[in-house]
């Protein structure tokens, strides 16, 4: 099969979608042929080895994306999937001409799948109910014209599945973006600078207004008052920011750490804590590392935490409810004094991952999307 995959950006640019697309890329070329076509950036992707890049459009003229079936069919692809995020196609998530977009692929004789990572922003305030009526309206001409539809989370289905034209709508998890690579935790240590006896609340990625980093405040205060010696260890570009809700608790920025990298720094996690408002999901990369790599992971439920993670809750990850704060930090201080529950529910968080999270498992989840959409 040919696929064309469309994105918002590609490395070395930091962007959650751009690095998705690139794993998946190599990941596809293993047994198809692939090609990808991206948003004009300052800095020149990083090369991928046998799949060949382009230029697609040009985030500051929205117009443009009329021209990627012209671009598209360069490659001669059977297939295109848009990796879709309002965000990433125009300012304030809007962009009118993505329906007739997915008609113009469609012309060139190229089917179109749209891989929908976030739908629309939800109704907080006056801006976001303006914001999402539009983004809305355009999600809904794209899926109803799209050959095949993906979500990143199973919450979207519903979002969506009106508008679809009685379409199946197939659940593609994201994946890990981080390369795996096994690092010694004292030998990690050693690297940071942290004490072998200290306990260590993981955090990683960016500071989104979603999270509640108030849960995690509390859970460590929780620790600290029964005498326990904690440190909040945190790997992203927004340890300044995070520093300062935490106080006067103990805090390592890590900071951005280059993709090779970032494995020792998962290492230096004894828990990777998580507090999601709306719950943690299979659309969230750094779970899906913190999973990969076998750290205790401490999440919240709510209403776009996937099923699966329901079911291995206590098995394969700790949950709390996403509005109750007092159950966070008793669960995390359970966690911290439990050698048993962390050599227990890292493991398996590491199995989880490998039997349904890793490339292949995802790449085989896509391209059954696509079969199936054929025999439409």
């Known amino acids: 099969m040919k696929i064309c995959l469309l994105t918002p950006a590609l490395p070395p640019k930091m962007d959650g979608i751009g690095d998705y697309t690139a794993r998946m890329a190599v990941t596809l070329s293993s047994d198809h042929t692939v ?3 991206y948003c004009d950036q300052n800095a020149c992707p990083t090369p991928i080895e046998n799949i060949p890049v382009s230029k697609g459009y040009v985030f500051e003229n929205p117009k443009s994306v009329l021209n990627v079936g012209t671009l598209a069919k360069e490659f001669s692809p059977d297939w295109l999937i848009v990796q879709y995020n309002p965000f990433s196609y125009g300012r304030r998530g809007f962009n009118p001409y993505l329906p007739a977009m997915v008609k113009n692929i469609q012309k060139q ?19 976001n109910a303006v914001m999402t ?15 095949a539809v993906f979500v990143s989370g199973e919450a979207w289905k519903s979002y969506i599945q009106n508008w679809t034209n009685g379409k199946t709508i197939t659940h593609l998890p994201v994946g890990s973006n981080i390369p795996f690579h096994v690092v010694d935790r004292s030998e990690a240590r050693e690297w940071s600078g942290i004490s072998q006896n200290t306990f260590t609340v993981g955090l990683f990625g960016s500071n989104h207004i979603s999270l509640q980093n108030s849960f995690t405040v509390n859970a460590v ?12 260890v945190y790997i992203g570009a927004h340890g300044k920011d995070l520093k300062a809700q935490f106080q006067e608790i103990p805090f390592l920025d890590l900071g951005k750490l280059d993709a090779e990298m970032v494995s020792t720094g998962l290492a230096c996690m004894d828990m990777f804590a998580t507090s999601f408002i709306d719950g943690i999901s299979t659309r969230r990369t750094t779970v899906m590392a913190a999973l990969e790599h076998g750290i205790p992971i401490l999440g919240t439920k709510g209403h776009h935490t996937d099923s699966i993670f329901i079911q291995e809750n206590n098995h394969s990850l700790i949950l709390a409810d996403a509005h109750n704060s007092a159950e966070f930090a008793e669960k995390a201080l359970m966690i911290a004094e439990s050698d048993k529950i962390r050599s227990t529910i890292g493991p398996n968080g590491s199995a989880l991952f490998q039997k349904n999270f890793q490339p292949c498992a995802l790449k085989s989840i896509l391209i059954s999307g696509l079969e199936a959409a054929y025999e439409l």
């Open 109 to 127: 004789g190229i089917r179109v799948g749209v891989m929908v990572h976030e739908p629309y922003v939800p109704v907080l305030d006056w801006k």
């Open 221 to 232: 205060k929780r620790m600290l008052e029964k005498g326990m010696p904690v440190q909040v």
């Open 133 to 147: 009526t539009y983004q809305r309206w355009q999600l809904r001409g794209m899926v109803k014209q799209a050959d």
């Open 35 to 37: 090609s990808i076509l």
